[in-house]
């Protein structure tokens, strides 16, 4: 009897599926990956159990190991707004591209009157200035700006959500508040921090951290 | 596989035609598409983050309101100190103004965890029988979360007065925030630390030999 010739498959596979499923997952992780702009100042955040996520929409006060604060603001609206209210206040004259500017950096801690610098020197300066910082004024007899931002920011918010509600966007919510602060700060930093804030009607913070585990 | 077809080796062979241009294959490699392809899929998949961090909430008492202690609530009171000391003394200042009801311990498993869940066996007591139903998927997470809440909030559940000096750090505030949530305290509240406070621990540093 013959043996049966048992026909030689190809040794190539057809990688197509593959290859196709890779560039799919390539687009998903480009469209939802979010860059964040440079960070201002690095914070290296306390671990808890907490297992409440962070709010979608927060204003942030960062206080970093050296007690400096910075002030950031998701909302782009909101922060647009804001900085016309700063600058009125300031009496600083802001560009139309300045406000744009300013409505897409993260967070900062630069006292009002550098802030016409910081908001056009997007390179190396901006850098120099986050280093060379004393962080946002807080210290109310020279002046605390840190009062105004936070007074300001609710005012601004306040306005763009009712704008929002008013054109039919029912979704809109107001900003939550959140405090971001290193491990080693100082906590009569944060309470300074926490105080002015409750000074202008904040009085729920949401306190930054990263996970642990629950120990048993 | 991903082949180009330029539709090739169609027409054209007429009579009087000139030497053919040699045929070129008509497969492309796409191996270094592919190779890049993998390559970014690896960064963005690496660089994305999909935790976002978690948050405690706090609401700090406001300023002017006047403390009422209760005398039927168990209390504690903890002072944080620099360099991760945890002091604490059973009661509220008032009645024990004295050095020598002050203890010290740290932030370790043994540490304040330990003598907080020791002075609260009445709501711990609770909590293992909650704990045990819920495990056991007698009740659902909303429900659990509720009688917990009612359980915490008892009368005889121990309320914490988390005070803190000019020393301490704003890991040992979060620390001491998680171990609420950790022992099951419902009722706490962070405060300064008044004078007569400072003043004992000072004392007992100084009888103790602590710097």
């Known amino acids: 009897m013959p043996k049966i010739k048992l026909p030689r498959s190809s040794p190539s596979i057809d990688m197509t599926p593959m290859v196709d499923l890779a560039f799919l997952l390539v687009t998903f992780f480009m469209l939802t990956t979010k860059f964040r702009p440079d960070e201002a100042v690095t914070v290296t955040i306390p671990a808890s159990v907490s297992t409440t996520k962070i709010p979608d929409n927060v204003t942030t006060v960062s206080i970093d190991s050296a007690g400096r604060v910075f002030y950031d603001m998701d909302s782009k609206d909101v922060r647009e707004t804001l900085i016309t209210y700063m600058a009125g206040r300031y009496k600083i004259v802001l560009t139309a591209e300045d406000q744009q500017r300013f409505s897409i950096m993260g967070a900062f801690g630069i006292p009002m009157a550098k802030m016409k610098e910081y908001i056009e020197d997007q390179g190396a300066g901006r850098k120099i200035l986050n280093q060379q910082t004393m962080g946002i004024p807080t210290d109310s007899t020279k002046g605390d700006e840190l009062a105004d931002w936070v007074n300001l920011g609710i005012t601004a918010d306040a306005t763009v959500v009712a704008n929002k509600v008013a054109a039919g966007n029912k979704d809109a919510k107001r900003s939550s508040f959140a405090i971001k602060a290193d491990s080693k700060a100082k906590y009569k930093d944060i309470k300074r921090v926490i105080d002015i804030c409750q000074k202008q009607g904040v009085s729920h913070f949401e306190l930054i951290t990263t996970v642990r585990s629950r120990p048993k | ?211």
């Open chain 2, 1 to 211: 596989m991903a082949d180009v077809d330029t539709g090739g080796g169609g027409g054209g062979h007429g009579k009087h035609q000139k030497k053919r241009a040699k045929k070129l294959s008509t497969k492309l490699d796409m191996t270094p598409m592919v190779d890049l392809g993998f390559l970014l899929l690896t960064f963005f998949m690496l660089t994305t983050t999909f935790n976002k961090p978690k948050v405690i909430g706090l609401t700090p008492p406001v300023k002017d309101t006047t403390h009422k202690t209760k005398v039927d609530t168990t209390s504690l009171t903890v002072i944080l100190s620099g360099n991760n000391k945890v002091y604490y003394y059973k009661g509220l200042l008032a009645m024990t103004s004295d050095s020598n009801n002050i203890k010290l311990t740290d932030f370790s498993d043994k540490g304040i965890r330990q003598i907080i869940l020791n002075n609260n066996g009445f709501v711990a007591g609770l909590m293992t029988d909650l704990d045990k139903k819920h495990k056991a998927n007698l009740i659902t997470d909303s429900v659990y979360d509720k009688l917990k809440d009612s359980v915490e909030g008892k009368k005889q559940a121990m309320f914490v007065i988390i005070k803190t000096d000019s020393l301490a750090k704003y890991v040992n505030v979060v620390t001491m925030l998680d171990e609420m949530d950790i022992c099951n305290i419902g009722k706490y509240s962070l405060i300064d630390a008044s004078k007569p406070d400072i003043d004992m621990i000072r004392d007992f540093n100084q009888k103790n030999n602590i710097k």
